[in-house]
């Protein structure tokens, strides 16, 4: 062997590989788009991390996905946009901002004033946005920074006026007074989506109501017996004969002695209960309904941090549980207390604060759903519908968008779109519009903000300039792939397809890739609380970025959750390392040879003709596999071909020819250094750093792997008969190993080996790669042959196409041969009689595709041959005992 003067270090170092790369990646320029017109446009725009905090490793997961998707389309010649951005994230961003204030410097955003406060926060903003963008430099993301956007850029808030106007000049957006999601801790509205409702231990109140003028009571259970203090009906079903007579009396409402009329409404559950329910129009949303029905007040009994209000009377200023615990022991001491029923129920609580959620009276702003959803729903029918990857997450966007309510978009923050909304001083008057009213002095502007999703509901076409006919929105909108989790289809994905096909016409994006949540080894969520949460920073650390993107790549099929652990990103690193050392060993044999000048002529040996085989069927499958974001399974495919193939089978087998430096054997370097330069091609949108080390050796004159051009299948280097007699001899060398174990037998020690071929073809063709089967079986003495005599006491293993006997001289007993002989029959028989019963049913042979049930037939047919053989060598055998 001929060393190279190319050298690389004798172990794979991540840090080393990836020191420099990406800063350099970003002044050639190379993740900007083409420019190229003649070709196709492939856009993405990510989902824009929120200025909360650092990145964690389902972000990390999900840049993956993107990144892969982005370069891989990048190299087949697309025109590719992969926009990055940040969300402002409202109340969760305001929130980490007000306890910073006041962790460090003992103030309030009320002491500071609005404007300060946001200057805060936008400092804030500044910092984590630094760190995201270092995070993402350090995931190796091909993003075109020169259009970064952010959901409160001057850009977006022109957007998302704009889009406020209009949805309120159709009439799909409106203010009302309605019960909405209320967090006491933060102090504003939520959306129904970010609710999230926990089992936690509770109670039915069983209260008795006295009728005004009779002895008469009637008993209702609440859970929620602080909102007694706002009763202002009690409901009974109009067809209830039990209470027929009650309809339109009063009943005194204890503890606060205030007379309440019973009305008849068919809302009430009559097998519910006693079939008596409170009406409380301001503290739920089906009182609040029935309350609409027969006109009743809303008497709103709490204060927006959770405290009785005045209207409580003598519970006014107490937190809203101390006052159920003080109001059930006056309704028990005043004896209106019937029972205490304990159960468990489902609790609503901000998914920002941790606040149990109270259902309360509200004027806010809402956006009317059902004409947008119903858009939305019609779009899926066409042939423009959004296509989700896996299809099954269809129809979990068609049942929500089938059952969504009105989407209440007002909060009670500062950080955030402020909504363009003015009022008349003097007369009330409502004034919408984009620009502020022209005598401004006369108005005041709603102080409240936009829903975070508002904005972020606009992303695929905002960011690329809309409204303006700007080049990038033209180019690159609709985008073409969205990759996200699946716990914000609800939040996101829906809304920006309602919004995005109300405002351009178009569909955001033609497929959604979904993936899942990252779990960790014992499949637990990741969580603070739990104390399982992993740092990506820390993996790439350790590991390097390449096996984190591998791990991420590969352990999931799309939908599904993955489970972290270090075993599996320690495999990762020992195949990278493995790829490193083969590379090695190609360079230290290759000269002076590079991508621009190997020459693949006709002298191949059928190692060579069957590498490049098998590289074209390796194409085929990966290419296949990646337009149908199945990376898992494409990542198998590669790691099946340059593990198996390329590493263990194909350099083995080189080293052969290497050996002799009496010839060149330029064909086999040619070969050696091209389906290198072909697999780091498939893998470098997974790899990105160590692919381009180790190509940027081969390929010494070109700028960059990543914008190399992706493999294509080159029909000429197909070859079913190489593949067929390389597999041939593939199994002689295995099946000869395998005896070698079993004997416990030394690869050092020489064997003597009789092949016994099927047909002339065989013979020839094992014949031609006897080399081969000497090296790889040391042997001392080779006969291949199809009536060869066989005498004596021989191991033998059976080949669907030979049979293999090697003398037990030295190596076994025979009874231990016969022993091992019948383990391979009963192992045999159980397959035959898999597939016979396989074969017989009707319905498989009839609805499997023809070339399933031939290949069934013919692995039949094998089984059935080698069974036999083995049966007879073992009669052949018995004699000799």
């Known amino acids: 062997m001929v060393e190279n003067t190319k050298q690389m270090p004798s172990k794979y170092q991540p840090q080393t590989v990836e020191a420099g790369k990406y800063q350099k990646w970003i002044e050639q320029g190379v993740f900007k788009p083409s420019g190229d017109s003649k070709a196709e446009p492939y856009s993405i725009v990510i989902p824009p991390p929120n200025v909360t905090g650092k990145l964690h490793l389902g972000h990390a997961w999900d840049v993956t996905l993107q990144d892969m998707i982005i370069r891989s389309k990048r190299m087949q010649g697309y025109d590719t946009l992969w926009l990055p951005g940040m969300d402002h994230a409202g109340i969760a961003t305001q929130a980490k901002v007000e306890e910073r204030l006041a962790e460090d410097e003992n103030l309030s955003r009320h002491d500071l004033g609005r404007e300060k406060f946001l200057e805060k926060t936008w400092s804030w903003k500044e910092e984590y946005a630094t760190i995201i963008r270092q995070q993402w430099g350090k995931m190796g993301i091909s993003v075109d920074y020169a259009r970064e956007r952010f959901t409160l850029d001057d850009g ?212 009317k759903m059902k004409p947008l959803a119903q858009q939305a729903l019609a779009n899926q029918a066409t042939d423009q519908a959004v296509e989700f990857y896996p299809p099954r997450f269809n129809q979990t966007f068609q049942t929500w968008m089938e059952n969504v309510h009105d989407w209440v978009i007002s909060r009670q923050l500062w950080w955030g779109h402020q909504i363009p909304a003015w009022y008349h ?65 609800f939040f996101w994905v829906s809304r920006m397809i309602f919004q995005s096909l109300e405002f ?110 098998r590289l074209q069927t390796t194409i085929e499958e990966v290419s296949r596999l990646f337009e149908r974001f199945e990376f898992g399974e494409a990542g198998r495919v590669l790691y099946h071909f340059i593990w198996d193939d390329y590493c263990d089978w194909y350099i083995e087998m080189t080293k052969e020819q290497l050996q ?63 593949e067929k007699q390389m597999q041939e001899l593939i199994e002689v060398i295995t099946a000869v190993r395998q005896i070698r174990n079993e004997m416990n037998t030394p690869l050092s020690k020489a064997l003597k080996m009789i092949i016994k071929v099927q047909d002339k073809g065989i013979e020839e063709s094992l014949e031609s790669n006897r080399a081969y089967i000497n090296r790889f079986c040391h042997t001392d003495h080779l006969e291949i042959a199809a009536n060869p005599e066989i005498e ?74 080698r069974l036999k053989a083995v049966q007879e060598r073992i009669e052949e055998l018995k004699p000799l005992i």
Request: charged content about 25%.
């Open 504 to 613: 351009t016409g178009k569909r955001p994006f033609q497929n959604v890739l979904i993936h899942g949540l990252i779990r960790d080894s014992q499949g637990r969520k990741m969580s603070k609380s739990l104390g399982n949460g992993i740092d990506p920073m820390d993996v790439i650390d350790e590991y390097g970025v390449d096996s984190l993107r591998w791990f991420l790549a590969t352990g999931s099929t799309p939908g599904q959750d993955i489970r972290y652990s270090t075993e599996k990103m320690g495999a990762a690193w020992n195949f990278i390392n493995k790829i490193w050392n083969a590379s090695r060993y190609v360079l230290m044999n290759v000269g002076d040879l590079t991508i621009e000048n190997l020459e693949i002529k006709q002298d191949l040996t059928l190692a060579d003709q069957w590498i490049l085989s």
């Open 156 to 367: 977006l808030n022109k957007a998302v006026n704009k889009v406020f106007v209009k949805l309120y000049e159709k009439g799909l957006i409106y203010r009302g007074e309605y019960i909405i999601n209320w967090d006491p801790k933060a102090q504003t509205a939520l959306s129904d989506i970010e609710v999230i409702h926990k089992d936690v231990p509770g109670a039915f109140y069983h209260v008795n109501y006295p009728m005004v003028g009779s002895d008469e009571v009637v008993q209702i259970a609440t859970t929620r017996p602080e909102t007694l203090l706002g009763d202002t009906a009690i409901a009974v079903h109009p067809a209830d004969e039990r209470y027929q007579h009650l309809i339109g009396k009063k009943v005194l409402l204890p503890l606060m002695n205030r007379e309440i009329p019973v009305v008849a409404d068919e809302y009430v559950d009559r097998e519910f209960g006693t079939g008596v329910v409170k009406i409380t129009p301001a503290h739920d949303p089906n009182d609040f309904e029935v309350g609409n029905r027969h006109h009743l007040p809303r008497m709103n009994v709490m204060k927006k941090d959770g405290t009785i209000n005045e209207l409580g009377g003598k519970y006014a200023g107490m937190d809203r549980f101390d006052a159920r615990k003080q109001i059930v022991k006056d309704l028990k001491e005043q004896g209106y207390l019937v029972k205490i029923e304990e159960h468990t129920h489902s609790v609503g609580h901000s998914e920002r604060s941790g606040a149990v959620v109270e259902p309360y009276l509200s004027t806010q702003w809402f956006v």
């Open 425 to 489: 001083k003097e007369t009330g008057e409502v004034y919408v519009g984009e620009q502020a009213p022209s005598d401004e002095e006369n108005w005041l502007r709603d102080p409240d903000v936009l829903d975070t999703w508002f904005s972020s509901a606009l992303w695929p076409f905002s960011t690329m300039g809309w409204p303006e006919e700007c080049h990038d929105y033209r180019r690159y909108f609709p985008t073409s792939t969205l990759v996200t989790g699946y716990d914000i289809i």
């Open 660 to 722: 002799d430096q009496e010839h060149d054997h330029f064909a086999t370097k040619s070969v050696l250094v091209y389906v290198l330069d072909q697999f780091l091609r498939l893998l470098h949108p997974i790899m990105p750093f160590v692919t381009e080390e180790i190509w940027q050796q081969i390929a010494p004159q070109a700028a960059s792997i990543v914008t190399a051009a992706y493999p294509t299948v080159k029909e000429e280097y197909k070859n079913d008969i190489a």
């Open 792 to 865: 004596g006491e021989m191991v033998t293993q059976t080949l669907s196409f030979a049979q293999i006997f090697i003398p037990l001289a030295g190596l076994v007993k025979i009874e231990d041969e016969i022993k091992r002989l019948e383990q391979e029959v009963t192992k045999l028989e159980k397959e035959v009689e898999r597939l016979v019963k396989k074969l017989s049913n009707e319905g498989f042979v009839a609805k499997a595709p023809a070339q399933v049930v031939e290949g069934e037939r013919t692995k039949l047919a094998e089984y059935e041959q």
